[in-house]
């Protein structure tokens, strides 16, 4: 994972990339570093900690200069210390690199490399500094050298360099990790991600696999991976809709809880004829195959459902990171459905490419807008959800499930209904969230001291359950499992013992009837049961209401206290719900 920025031009390279940075800390926030250069030295501060824990450690505002690069770490190889912060040096304090990805075969390099070169890290990404100095030393350009380094690595990359020896240049690569350029009349700028160029500009330069830039105050330069130069000119985004500030929430969780409502209602303003076309693709292929990690899997589990449902319409789901061995039934039959918020979850993007290779049609529902996802597929579907900074994916859920029904509604050529009832659900949603002011809110504090939840459902709702669980543990820290209700008697119900709090959620819909019999079991044997439905039942210890709406609709209502009772949660136990310990928003390592 990982965030890395790189700025050149005439402000105080510090503070804007302390700023770049802050943008991007949902990419990683075990340690933090920037590197700046003036007057033919390398400035450099870095430390374990998040980015405001490091810059009040290390002072990182006052480094000098107008060019620099930044780093915020998301730990794989060496732990969490001030020695595997990035910006990482070579021996002579020559060259500054910061990484994100994972270079595989770093242990051989760093044999070759050892003899000649002082390691001072355990860290995969040490080795890019002393190979560069290796090349450089030859009588290469930094830019020059780049190139042959990243032919030496296997792996994925996003680097940036910068060198004491060429003050004018950041030089940059990229491989199976986003990088992007930001171009604006007072520098230029580089980021993992365009969010970081949040509020400074909207023209930017996609970087495509394999290439190598160099970036001066006054120009780009695009290399491919021949060497050879690529003219590309700036596009202008507009990616981003919504504000990056918390408002008047204390936390950007709660803040996108309540953005709900509005998300959902982007997400359904769709250009009808791409979701036409998306249907007819999907009607075409013998196979249809869900992609995707975590929440973004729990999205997919319900628009199985909702195929069905609606369409008649069997896919499979597969977890991204089981999808290769699955891989010898993939072929120009399957079509691939593949769900991220980020589209750069490194575990989708393998399966995505292995598919491709097998002759299948690629189709993607995204938020982040040219992602590596979005650009791999053959057609996409933009959740435009804005930026969601908790680590908790909140509304961006609520979006991936207004997009699969819209898609399964233009299956059954129903198209126009299924958007008239996602905007009549989503006034329901509204209301709700305002009824609920204090009832997660108490009872997050009544079950404060509670170790183990368990979220059963059934049908449709399973997947609800699935991520009720998934936020509560999270945010919490708190052990809950969510599973079909019909499964708990195989082996679970062992577990539940008296007070043991089991949430059941059971909206009033073909699977209510069905559902009750498996709550009363938990109930015999002590369970404290919280209810989340529409329809009061006396197995409830506590009733979570939530309001009546068409029987395929109930994921986007019932996700909505358990998200908000997992917050609460999280505060109750004096945590920072927005950033969870040993977790990152964008997983880009397998
Ligand atoms: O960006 P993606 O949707 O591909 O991310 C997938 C998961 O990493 C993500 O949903 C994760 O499970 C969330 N942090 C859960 O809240």
Redesign the pocket.
Known sequence: MCGIVGYIGEKPAASVLLDTLSRLEYRGYDSAGIATLYQGQIHAGKDAGSLMEVVAKQHLDMLPGNIGIGHTRWATHGGISAANAHPHMDCDNEIAVVHNGIIENYEILRQRLKGTHRFLSQTDSEVIPHLLDEYVHTGLSLEQALQKVVKELEGSYAILAISSREPDKIVGARRESPLIIGISPEGNYLASDALAFHGITDRVILIEEGECVVVTRVGVSIYNESGEKVKRAPIKTDWYHGELSKGLYDYFMLKEIHEQPAAIRRAVCQETAEVMAIAAEIRRVKHVVFT??????HAALIGRYVFSKVAGIFGEVVMASEFEYFIESVDSQTLVLA???????AD?LDGVRRAKVKGAKIISLV?TVDSSLARLSDRVLYMKSGPEVG????K?FTAQLTLLYLLAFALADKYEEGKNQLTSVTAKIEESLVADADETNDLALKLKNQHDFYFIARGINFAVAAEGA??LK?VAYVHAEGMPAGELKHGTLALIDRGTPVVAICPHDYTFDEILPNIAETAARGAYVIGVSDKFESLFNEWIRIPPVPELFYPLVTIIPLQLFAYHSAVFRALDPDKPRN?A???TVK
Request: some cysteine.
């Open positions: 995707a990690c975590g929440t973004s899997r769900i991220s918020q980020s589209g750069e979850t989708v938020n680590v908790a994916a909140t961006t998934l936020k999270e977790l928003k964008s997983v």
